[in-house]
């Protein structure tokens, strides 16, 4: 794909790429900007047909088809941000857990953390070394967002979710394991919070010496827990991935789902932006974590199967709730569902961007 | 079982009567009450005892056999209220649904709703004719309970969750086609939620006429709903099953999972009380909700699987938070996991009864 062959220098996408990092500053924008998580993804056609011919981890391991990934929705879109395609576990590969992506089960440990001898044996790798194909990957992208006036975030897990999966191996309801060692273990939960926060912190300022101006942190299983344990068990270590990841002087977005209950305490890890999902609303979010974060979020992915008036409807409220407040970035609460319709998301994008053009 | 001629009839449990009913008026006790949902459980070796020998279903329909579960936390633990062995989804079955239990799959509806014709063939069932072995389990129950001065709670599944079943038919992640039927078809959705409101609300009603002497509505899947989906679409249906359900003059427990961002929402549906999972600090929650309704919760289950000092600081925690305050009664803010030790929820039980002794 030469993406750089097809650019044309509308006004709008010339305004794109101040829009994003703009509004992770909290200062004034022409419009509203958007991006999706999992905006590169199975609802797209071109998507699929890569995935017919390569595995996930294939087409994240290869820096060409990462790049090429990454790509798919900003050809097919007028979204204000690229993310890098990637995936949150490659890290714990780099530290001597054994990764694979089972078709219809999702991602799965073989040999999952399950003594504390396991964790002091988990090694820390240099990001380089372990995890070049992402790098190379944002400098491959970069080089066509560049032409194209559109940023690149970066992403790594944070260390809770990363622990839920070296802990439990694969998808769990009640994460017992993860729950059992963190309540019963503090001192050996601790060093395992401390090599995963380090490790996913280095390697988000990796990304951004190869490139990315943005970094976000996906914390999708916080929400599982009580808002005092995330306080006292979890928050310090995510402080830590914010704090290493800040040295590389990018915006930092925070990402976490069924976080309604805990939000000032993810506000207190330092990062310039709180992702929220959609089982919050986003003026009761704001007010919580306060004027001096900006806000990511944060429609129902769910809306986007609806009809285009009501998904309209849905998009406006939010667009409304927030007014003309800087620092809001537009994004569903998760990623985009495989069954999105493409239209919608186009319609989607575009209809954010009028409706907030200021 | 003769549990009668087991009675021993020690101070504590002369009180325990009045202690659960006087929280959810929010009058003082003499300690905090406390009772477990699903405290009759696979957990319990007398219940797995029943378990290899019937189904659940089984179990919920043969009223002795309801009622034999309903009183093996009662004769084990020194809890505060039983809970009538039931389930949520024997209504829609009396609507025309078909309801099985498939062994590690859980509840599976064979002929889900999937048209606007479906909700309209939808027949509301008297509840004496459809549910009448949870009424008379009710009734057998009273009569043991009665000797050991323990009130019985009666339940039912809250319309949103109710609708999640009839129309995902089993377990959906992302409860898409029950959105898309809210979202897209409103006057469909309304008229389906109207009849599983008033079957619920008379399901209520029917418990507390043949002995329940409190009436919880479980909402185990609203907390997926956006908080202003909740208000708009599913709130005017919950407070119709608590307006049909207040008829019988007894305390309405309004329970749900995931609510953090939506608790002034359920408040407004009129219930005593509301039940509130892990995922919330109590205290805030109580902030939300306000004094003048009583609260029950919140122990994350998964708390009970801990060493028990782990256990017992989180229970500590949560009575802390609440002060003398009086109407807290104490729970898990879900149900009891089947890995939980008995000897574990033995010690809550006590512990909350100890530490809360004004």
Redesign the interface.
């Known amino acids: 794909m030469d993406a750089v062959g097809a650019v044309s220098e509308s006004p709008s996408q010339l305004a794109v790429q101040g829009r994003f990092l703009r509004a992770c500053r909290r200062e004034p924008v022409d419009a509203t900007p958007i991006w999706l998580m999992r905006q590169a993804g199975r609802y797209m056609p071109e998507y699929r047909t890569l995935r017919e011919k390569y595995g996930i981890l294939d087409l994240v391991k290869t820096p060409e088809l990462a790049c090429a990934v990454t790509m798919q929705p900003i050809v097919a879109f007028d979204v204000d941000a690229a993310i890098i395609f990637a995936d949150i576990l490659p890290p714990l590969e780099g530290m001597g857990l054994q990764l694979e992506f089972v078709r219809g089960e999702g991602p799965v440990i073989r040999n999952p953390i399950r003594t504390v001898a396991d964790i002091d044996a988990l090694r820390p790798p240099p990001p380089e070394a372990a995890l070049g194909f992402t790098l190379e990957a944002i400098r491959l992208a970069r080089r066509e967002l560049d032409a194209r006036r559109v940023p690149l975030i970066g992403f790594a897990g944070a260390p809770f979710t990363l622990a839920c999966y070296a802990i439990e191996g694969g998808p769990s309801r009640?994460?017992?394991r993860v729950?059992?060692l963190m309540?019963?273990e503090p001192a050996a939960w601790d060093r395992l919070m401390t090599k995963l926060s380090t490790v996913a912190g280095e390697f988000l300022v990796a990304q951004a010496r190869a490139g990315a101006q943005a970094l976000q942190i996906f914390d999708s299983w916080c929400?599982?827990?009580?808002?005092?344990?995330y306080r006292h068990r979890v928050l310090p270590h995510v402080t830590r991935t914010v704090e290493i990841a800040r040295t590389a002087g990018v915006p930092i977005i925070l990402f976490g789902t069924?976080t309604?209950?805990?939000l000032t305490h993810l506000n207190t890890a330092g990062a310039d932006v709180i992702g929220v999902d959609?089982?919050?609303?986003i003026s009761?979010?704001w007010r919580q974590i306060g004027s001096d974060t900006a806000i990511q979020g944060n429609l129902?992915?769910?809306?986007l199967?609806?009809?285009w008036d009501?998904t309209r409807a849905?998009a406006k409220?939010i667009l409304d709730q927030v007014g003309n407040r800087p620092g809001h970035i537009f994004n569903l609460?998760h990623g985009v569902?495989p069954?999105t319709p493409v239209d919608q998301v186009r319609r989607l994008v575009d209809f954010v961007h009028e409706a907030s053009k200021r």
């Not at 929400?223 to 344990?229: F, I, S, T, V, Y």
């Not at 129902?300 to 809306?303: E, I, K, W």
């Open positions: 009640h994460l017992v729950k059992q309540m019963n929400g599982e827990l009580a808002p005092r344990d069924g309604a209950g805990m959609w089982r919050v609303d009761d979010a129902d992915p769910v809306a199967l609806a009809d009501e849905r409220a609460g569902l069954e």
